[in-house]
């Protein structure tokens, strides 16, 4: 009996990996891979940059890079990501809101681990200078990171369409 345990604990976890991993490859496009190490008979570790368009505010996308490790553990799906994170957001349409959102909403998440690590990138509004602000952070659930970055989006008129105020679509 205790020589089923392992297999079956193996098993759960590569059932969780795969749900976990295809649950991230539907949401952002990746725009390309850069290898950072050599691994002969593994995949080698990689930087990874993708795009996602913000899910409440039309004509605007966010690019991050994110490390990817390969060897064994990463081939399978059961490596812990670091934290390591760069973002960058720009407008690239007339910016339309869709709804009404709270400071600090969730744009996009992702898990980075198999069980309790996740990367968030959230959206808040600088009413002041009329500035969509973009943070992206890790967090673990013990131990949680204090790495990150932070990116912005000033509102700027774009052809004849009138410039909206991030303030107007804040929820109170």
């Given at each position: 009996m205790t020589?089923?345990?392992p297999k079956s604990l193996l098993c759960v976890l590569a059932c969780l990996a795969m749900t976990a991993s295809a649950r991230a490859g539907d949401d952002p496009d990746l725009i390309f891979r850069k290898s950072t190490t050599f691994k002969l008979l593994t995949p080698n570790d990689k930087l990874a940059t993708y795009a996602i368009d913000d899910p409440v505010v039309a004509g605007v996308a966010c690019y991050f890079t994110v490390p990817e490790k390969g060897g064994?553990?990463?081939a399978f799906g059961l490596v812990e990501q670091t934290s390591d994170i760069s973002l960058a957001c720009r407008q690239y349409a007339p910016i339309r809101f869709k709804e009404k959102f709270g400071q600090g909403d969730v744009v996009f998440r992702e898990s980075r681990s198999v069980f309790f690590k996740r990367m968030q990138i959230v959206r808040g509004c600088d009413a002041k200078r009329n500035v969509l602000v973009y943070m992206v952070y890790s967090d673990k659930?013990?131990?949680?990171?204090?790495?990150?970055s932070t990116s912005t989006v000033a509102i700027q008129p774009w052809g004849a369409d009138a410039t909206p105020k991030c303030a107007d679509f804040l929820k109170n």
């Open positions: 020589s089923l345990f064994v553990a990463g659930l013990v131990e949680g990171s204090p790495k990150n």
